[in-house]
T-cell receptor, first 109, second 114 residues
Framework: AQRVTQPEKLLSVFKGAPVELKCNYSYSGSPELFWYVQYSRQRLQLLLRHISRESIKGFTADLNKGETSFHLKKPFAQEEDSAMYYCALSASNDYKLSFGAGTTVTVRA | DVKVTQSSRYLVKRTGEKVFLECVQDMDHENMFWYRQDPGLGLRLIYFSYDVKMKEKGDIPEGYSVSREKKERFSLILESASTNQTSMYLC?????????????FGQGTRLTVV
């Protein structure tokens, strides 16, 4: 069975400071990994997926299979980044998503 | 614009009532999911359906059942609501044609059982 761990429930940073959200997973195969974000009063939406190796809204995430991690990073946080962030995993050939507990990010002016 | 629509944004029900939460998607997705979202616990999968009339238990199915009579509609049923089922419920859909696909979520139903 797969498991996703987000060790930080709350993260508070100043505007312009770097932000890093940690995500660790346990899964024996090759996982599909995602970051989802939920802004205040909005629905949960995809931020980025590891397969795309893309930068979305200045965020990047690197899959480290050795450390079984998929941390989310942004070099300069903005106030509009304040939201709840979830790391999620799908096992190979499976469409179910397993989510971490989530990290609430607050960016202060 | 793709859409997953949940029938109610807020619901208040009494203990012991039978409760129906409805979800409709317009993307012709095969996979549909019901999660509950609780602070500190994240999203936990209740039930999953990969086709019409097909269902699979998730991590916390106790006290819930589901129905998928049509591809676009996935219903969550609380047979006898209890106060510990007070939560935010999220419906999602995801296509089946390839992996690493995005899941689309509804706006959520906040259920309060009194």
């Amino acid at each position: 069975a797969q498991r996703v761990t987000q060790p930080e429930k709350l993260l508070s940073v100043f505007k312009g400071a770097p932000v890093e959200l940690k995500c660790n997973y346990s899964y024996s195969g090759s996982p599909e990994l995602f970051w989802y974000v939920q802004y205040s009063r909005q629905r949960l939406q995809l931020l980025l997926r590891h397969i795309s190796r893309e930068s979305i809204k200045g965020f990047t995430a690197d899959l480290n299979k050795g450390e079984t991690s998929f941390h989310l990073k942004k070099p300069f946080a903005q106030e509009e980044d304040s939201a709840m962030y979830y790391c999620a995993l799908s096992a190979s050939n499976d469409y179910k998503l397993s989510f971490g507990a989530g990290t609430t990010v607050t960016v202060r002016a | 614009d793709v859409k997953v629509t949940q029938s109610s944004r807020y619901l208040v029900k009494r203990t012991g009532e039978k409760v129906f939460l409805e979800c409709v998607q317009d993307m012709d997705h095969e996979n549909m999911f019901w999660y509950r979202q609780d602070p500190g616990l994240g999203l936990r999968l209740i039930y999953f359906s990969y086709d019409v009339k097909m269902k699979e238990k998730g991590d916390i199915p106790e006290g819930y059942s589901v129905s998928r009579e049509k591809k676009e509609r996935f219903s969550l049923i609380l047979e006898s609501a209890s106060t510990n089922q007070t939560s935010m419920y999220l419906c999602a859909s995801r296509p089946q044609e390839r992996m690493n696909t995005e899941a689309f979520f509804g706006q959520g139903t906040r259920l309060t059982v009194v």
